[in-house]
Every structure is written in structure tokens, then in C-alpha cells.
């Protein structure tokens, strides 16, 4: 289990089921926000233990690897089973401490609407514990309440609809950098057990490269906002 004392503050949190979740998903727009400043971190869930290919300790020396390319700040694994994760209070409660504690303005989590049980309770997991972290009589004991300026969805192993694609044309060839470090993943000599037919490497190119046509360029990654998401001013309609 994660110890909440060695978590630091950051701008900008993305929560994983798994190791690579997140850099197929959202590891464009995290190499993005790092050359604006942003201190960014990844929580993952699990190991990755359950999956068809790959140890424990293999997925975690790809995820560390993969860290590196990304240039993140802090990364840290909350040792939850792999396809045994649910949305009860404990983990819940868990979440909740990991927010209060590194405090961010941003989080990107996964959308519920997905093929992978994990995918689904971590996503109702992330949901609940926004919205009651940001409580002062909830668990006090576990920090003071704080709750992130806005909470983005990533894609899983389904198209969203999306509310925001960004480009991340600029940054594709180092994405793909951090997706190859989970060597594991990728090139499976049997494809049976893979959802869509495609490794994480063709998976994250082809999903880019469809929401970038939907924008007008080459490589964009997709996230969902929960209704309208405000503009503070009106001259960002015109920000490049």
C-alpha cells in the first residue's frame, strides 16, 4: 500500500488501472503539460500482474522506464489487485488521501464505458473520491479537504464521444517512445486475448491518428468532461 507521506503536490494527476493505461491514453498531453512547467505525476492501481503477458516486476521496471521519457516528476503504485479492483469505501478512502495529499488542479482518469472490469470500478472509484475529497467532514483524518479544478476521462478500450482533443502532433514520436518501454505488451506472438485485436503501441497510433482527423491534424488524444467545460475568458476561443 502506497505511503501517503512520500506523496508531493503536483498540478496535474493521472490515475491508471494499470501501468500504461495512462501513457496510451493521455501520454501526449502529459509530455505537453511538462514543457509548460507542470509538475505531473501517475498513480497507478495495480501491477499489471493479471495480465496475459508480463510479471509484476517486469511492468514495474516498464513503467519506471517509461517515466523517464515522460519526464514525470512523481509515480506511484497503490498495490490494489489486478482484476480485482472495486469501488468500495476503502478504496474510495484511499483515493481520497492520495488527492487531499498531492492536491491537484488537474485529474485525468478513465471513463467507465469500457470493455475491462478494472477500467470500469477504477473510473466509479476516481468519481466518488473527487467529490468527497473535496468534503471537510469526510475523514478529516485523512487531510484537508481539497477537490481538483476540473477531472478530465480518458478512453480505455472504446471511442469516447469527446469533449476535448488535443493536439499532440509535436509530441507523437516521444509518446510512442514511452509506449514501447512496456516491451511486454507489445507484438504478442497470440493476439486471442487482446480486445480490439491490436497491441497498445498499434492501439495508441491508430486512436491518435482517428481523433486527430477529427480536429484537422495529425495525432490528437480525446478526453470527456462531465457537462460544459468553462472558459474563463472568452479571447481562449482564440488561443492557439
Known amino acids: 500500500m502506497v505511503d501517503l507521506d512520500q506523496l508531493q503536490p503536483c498540478d496535474v494527476l ?3 488501472p494499470h501501468p500504461d493505461d495512462v501513457e496510451i491514453a493521455a501520454g501526449g498531453t502529459l509530455l505537453l503539460l511538462g514543457a509548460s512547467g507542470q509538475r505531473r505525476a501517475i498513480v497507478d492501481f495495480t501491477h499489471g500482474e493479471k495480465g496475459s503477458t508480463g510479471s509484476a516486476a517486469e511492468r514495474d521496471a516498464e513503467a519506471a522506464a517509461a517515466s523517464q521519457v515522460l519526464g514525470l516528476e512523481q ?28 492536491q491537484p488542479r488537474l485529474l485525468l482518469a478513465p471513463i467507465a464505458d469500457d470493455a475491462h472490469p478494472d477500467h470500469v470500478a477504477a473510473a466509479d472509484a476516481v ?7 473535496g468534503l471537510r467532514h469526510h475523514r478529516p483524518d485523512l487531510g484537508t479537504a481539497c ?3 476540473t477531472l478530465l476521462r480518458y478512453p480505455g478500450n472504446r471511442p469516447i464521444r469527446a469533449t476535448i482533443a488535443i493536439d499532440i502532433t509535436a509530441v507523437t514520436e516521444q509518446k510512442a517512445e514511452a509506449v514501447r518501454c512496456y516491451r511486454s505488451q507489445l507484438a504478442p506472438p497470440a493476439r486471442d486475448h487482446l480486445i480490439q485485436g491490436r497491441d497498445l503501441l498499434e492501439r495508441s497510433i ?5 481523433y486527430g482527423l477529427e480536429i484537422g491534424v495529425l495525432a490528437a488524444e480525446a478526453f470527456w468532461h462531465d457537462g460544459p467545460l468553462p472558459l474563463r475568458t472568452a479571447a481562449a476561443l482564440l488561443a492557439d
Do not use: I, K, Y
Open 147 to 149: 477537490r481538483p479544478d
Open 75 to 102: 509515480r506511484h503504485n497503490l498495490d490494489l489487485p489486478d482484476a480485482g479492483l472495486v469501488s468500495d469505501a476503502a478504496t474510495v478512502d484511499l483515493l481520497v488521501g492520495v488527492l487531499r495529499r498531492m
Open 206 to 210: 491508430v486512436r491518435d491518428q482517428s
Open 127 to 133: 468519481g466518488r473520491a473527487f467529490f468527497l475529497a
Open 14 to 16: 493521472a490515475f491508471g
